[in-house]
């Protein structure tokens, strides 16, 4: 999955700025940057809920030209392809936690309810929730919550998951039992791109990671390179260093 020579504006505002990055199947894609940089905007992107005004998107045989008008069939084979996790869950609240993963295997791929629920048992037993099928979202933790929503991610069998945020609403100890189910992900190497504000998960989980300001990309490369203490952009330094707090005395 790539993305080309990329720019997108709202309004007069330019947000991304001539983005080309490369996201390799089979790994955890990380993207890190201070706020209102274009992380959301270019996850968005990858599953077309924004659409560039510019650039390329090439997703197996999917070449897509954003300068051109993308048909609903492009549309939907590239959602197929992509899963999306959004920070604030969004399960729907009146579906138990079973009906939630079934909902879209049923409905969009058309599985039979009986394999839809086997493998939504299977994907809740993996997040570590496998007494939970019949609760209900408002009755779960913010972390369990998360855990529902990569599971119905997962039931879609999507070529990759995109994470947005996944566990910033989330109080610390929560934030953990999420960020582990991801780290086992990314060692069974299911294709992810995460957006996080978290460093030290960020530099364990990822594979490659592209770090983000002002809509332009000025680091894209392995994690041991980004988080090296000679890191030769001074820029990128101070922002690890303030997101470690490493200077906090
Ligand atoms: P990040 O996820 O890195 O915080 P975003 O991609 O959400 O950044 O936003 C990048 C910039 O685009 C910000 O300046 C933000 O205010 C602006 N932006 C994002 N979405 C919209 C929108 N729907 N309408 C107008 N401006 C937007
Ligand atoms: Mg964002």
Redesign the pocket.
């Known amino acids: 999955m790539k993305i080309s020579n990329v720019n997108k504006t709202?309004?007069t505002?330019q947000?991304l700025f001539n983005v080309s990055l490369d996201f390799p199947a089979a790994q955890t894609t990380v993207i890190v940057?201070p706020?209102?940089?274009?992380?959301?905007?270019i996850l968005r992107s990858l599953n077309l809920l924004e659409v560039p005004e510019s650039g390329r998107y090439d997703f197996d045989d999917l070449h897509l030209d954003f300068a051109k008008k993308i048909s609903n069939r492009q549309k939907l084979a590239l959602r197929k392809k992509t899963g999306m996790v959004f920070q604030n869950y969004n399960l729907f609240p009146n579906k138990t936690v079973l009906g939630n993963l079934i909902e879209g295997p049923t409905q969009v791929l058309k599985q039979s309810r009986a394999a839809a629920l086997k493998t939504a048992n299977e994907l809740l037993a993996k997040v570590g929730l496998a007494q939970y099928g019949g609760a209900n979202p408002q009755e779960l933790s913010g972390g369990q919550a998360q855990r529902v929503a990569i599971a119905r991610a997962l039931a879609m069998n999507p070529e990759y998951i995109l994470l947005d945020e996944p566990t910033s609403a989330l109080d610390p100890e929560l934030e953990l039992e999420v960020l582990k189910v991801l780290l086992q992900l990314a060692r069974e190497k299911q294709s992810m791109v995460i957006?996080t504000h978290n460093m030290i998960f960020a530099r364990r989980v990822a594979d490659k990671i592209v770090f983000?300001e002002n809509g332009h990309v000025l680091f894209d490369g392995a994690p041991q390179r980004f988080f090296a203490p000679n890191n030769p952009n001074e820029r990128i330094r101070n922002f690890i260093a303030s997101m470690t707090m490493e200077n906090l005395n």
């Not at 706020?35 to 905007?41: A, E, F, N």
Request: no cysteine; aromatic share 8%.
């Open positions: 709202f309004g505002k947000v940057g706020s209102g940089s274009g992380k959301s905007t957006v983000l």
